[in-house]
């Protein structure tokens, strides 16, 4: 996709700024992803291309009469539930912690289905930020596939990140999620479903990714179950089940 191609909208999605943003905003919150996303720092290319893009796009048109529209319902961008909001220093919003299976374990070796009591094990794990990072990838729901993901390219299967924050929220006090879908397919999947409210949905040039930001609790173990049930309902809205996504056994708890 060429900058001519992102409507005004498009482009500020990608750099998470309001329809009314002005161009030092827009300045301000480029600089601020690039450093993130650079890949000399260790960023994503295909994520630090598409901002260039939309950087371009918007320092090319200005805002006028007609871009200052509400986004479409199909990309969700704002927060809308109190408790995630990212002016939050902690949340309070209730979470049944005992519900998970703290003490269970993988069995197994190479890559495993994944499922909330894993997500929420995994993050609890001891280590800088509110969560411990956690990694799975998918071919897609129910694909035999899933099973030879190692094998398979980067650009044909989909990866889930759920991490302290790097570019929403605050830097490594939130938790960030997100999912990347590459493949045609999936991405059609992903681009058509009606999302829970907070997540927001960004479609680059060869990817569409799933970002939510989550503000933790001052307890390791609420915001590590509370974040893989917000994992767990959006995959499913996104008609993507959890336990359609693998890990490698030797990564999870």
């Known amino acids: 996709m060429s ?37 000399d720092a260790g960023g994503d290319v295909e994520a630090f291309r598409d901002l260039q893009l939309a950087y371009e796009r918007l320092v090319e048109l200005p805002a006028g009469p007609r871009e200052r529209r509400s986004a479409p319902r199909a990309r969700p961008s704002r927060r809308t539930r109190a408790g995630d909001a990212p002016t939050r220093l902690w949340s309070e919003h209730p979470t049944d912690v ?37 990694t799975a990838r998918s071919r897609g729901p129910a694909s035999l596939l899933n099973r030879w993901l190692h094998l398979l390219a980067e650009d044909l299967t989909a990866t889930l990140h759920i991490r302290p924050a790097r570019t929403r929220g605050r830097p490594g006090h939130d938790v960030e999620v997100w999912i990347r879908v590459w493949a045609r397919g999936a991405r059609r999947r992903v681009d058509a479903a009606t999302l829970p ?29 509370r974040s893989a ?7 499913a809205t996104a008609g993507w089940p959890l336990g359609s996504w693998y890990a490698a056994a030797d990564e999870v708890v």
């Open 3 to 39: 900058r001519s191609e992102l409507s005004r909208l498009e482009a500020l999605t990608v750099l998470a700024l309001p329809a009314d943003a002005d161009d030092d905003a827009v300045k301000r919150a480029y600089r601020r992803l690039a450093r993130e996303l650079h890949p």
């Open 98 to 134: 005992a519900a998970i299976d703290w003490d269970g374990r993988v069995d197994g070796t190479g890559l495993v289905a994944v499922d909330v009591d894993v997500v929420a094990r995994s993050l609890v794990r001891p280590g800088p930020g509110p969560v411990r990072p956690f």
């Open 197 to 225: 409210d907070d997540w927001v949905r960004q479609r680059g040039s060869s990817s569409t990714t799933l970002i939510r930001t989550i503000t933790p609790s001052p307890d390791r173990r609420v915001t590590a179950a």
């Open 229 to 235: 049930r917000i994992v767990e309902e959006g995959l």
